[in-house]
T-cell receptor, first 110, second 113 residues
Framework: QQPVQSPQAVILREGEDAVINCSSS?????VHWYRQKHGEAPVFLMI?????EQKGHEKISASFNEKKQQSSLYLTASQLSYSGTYFC???????????FGAGTRLTVKP | GAGVSQSPSNKVTEKGKDVELRCDPI?????LYWYRQSLGQGLEFLIY????????KSGLPSDRFSAERTGGSVSTLTIQRTQQEDSAVYLC???????????FGPGTRLTVL
C-alpha cells in the first residue's frame, strides 16, 4: 500500500539537478509531494490529480503518469534551501487514506 | 490566517497511562488527518476525518488508539494504556477537502517512559 520512493538519498552540489521517483501498486486518485526539514513538520509542495499533469513550484516541478501509477519530482538548479527529506503521498481511488513513501533525503552542498 | 495547531507540543508519560493529543485545523478545512512519525522514519497514516466522520480507521495501530472530531473542527487522538513503542511525533494535518494539499501542524512529541 505504501508507495515506493527512489532514490533513498541524494547528494548534490548547488546548481545541480535531481529527480525523485514515486511509484504505487494501486490506481491513484492523487499524488502529493512534501518537503520536511530536520525537526520541522512537512510542508506541502504540490499535488497532481490528472494523468500526465505537470505542475511547477519555483524550480521544482512534478509529473504524474497515471497509467504507470508513477510520479516524479524534478529539482533543477538546486539551492542550499532545497535540502531536506522529500515525501510523496498517494491517495488511491478506493480507500480513504493517505500513504507516504519512506522519503528521499536530499542534501545540497555549496 | 492561523495554521494548524497542536497541543501539547511535548508529552512525557509513564507506561500504562492514557494520553490525549489535540489538533486545531485551519478554519474551514473539512478534511483532517493524523499521522505518526518515529525518529528518522516516514509518515505513518493513522486516521482521516471528513467532517466529523472517519470513513477509514484502518490505520490505527491497535484498539488502544481512538480519535474523534467534533463540530467539524477540533480533533482529539487518545492513546490508552500507553506503551514504549507509542513514543513518536504525532502530526495532524488538514486540507480544504480530500484531494487537496495538506497543511501540517508542528506535532506533539510523545515519550513513554
Amino acid at each position: 500500500q505504501q508507495p515506493v520512493q527512489s532514490p533513498q538519498a541524494v547528494i548534490l552540489r548547488e546548481g545541480e539537478d535531481a529527480v525523485i521517483n514515486c511509484s504505487s501498486s494501486k490506481a491513484l486518485y492523487s499524488v502529493h509531494w512534501y518537503r520536511q526539514k530536520h525537526g520541522e513538520a512537512p510542508v506541502f509542495l504540490m499535488i497532481l490529480l490528472k494523468g500526465g499533469e505537470q505542475k511547477g513550484h519555483e524550480k521544482i516541478s512534478a509529473s504524474f503518469n497515471e497509467k504507470k501509477q508513477q510520479s516524479s519530482l524534478y529539482l533543477t538548479a538546486s539551492q542550499l534551501s532545497y535540502s531536506g527529506t522529500y515525501f510523496c503521498g498517494t491517495e488511491d481511488r478506493n480507500n480513504n487514506d493517505m500513504r507516504f513513501g519512506a522519503g528521499t533525503r536530499l542534501t545540497v552542498k555549496p | 490566517g492561523a495554521g494548524v495547531s497542536q497541543s501539547p507540543s511535548n508529552k512525557v508519560t509513564e507506561k500504562g497511562k492514557d494520553v490525549e493529543l489535540r489538533c486545531d485545523p485551519i478554519s474551514g478545512h473539512t478534511a483532517l488527518y493524523w499521522y505518526r512519525q518515529s525518529l528518522g522514519q516516514g509518515l505513518e497514516f493513522l486516521i482521516y476525518f471528513q467532517g466529523n466522520s472517519a470513513p477509514d480507521k484502518s490505520g490505527l495501530p491497535s484498539d488502544r488508539f481512538s480519535a474523534e472530531r467534533t463540530g467539524g473542527s477540533v480533533s482529539t487522538l487518545t492513546i490508552q494504556r500507553t506503551q514504549q513503542e507509542d513514543s513518536a511525533v504525532y502530526l495532524c494535518a488538514s486540507s480544504a477537502n480530500r484531494g487537496m494539499g495538506q497543511f501540517f501542524g508542528p506535532g506533539t512529541r510523545l515519550t513513554v517512559l
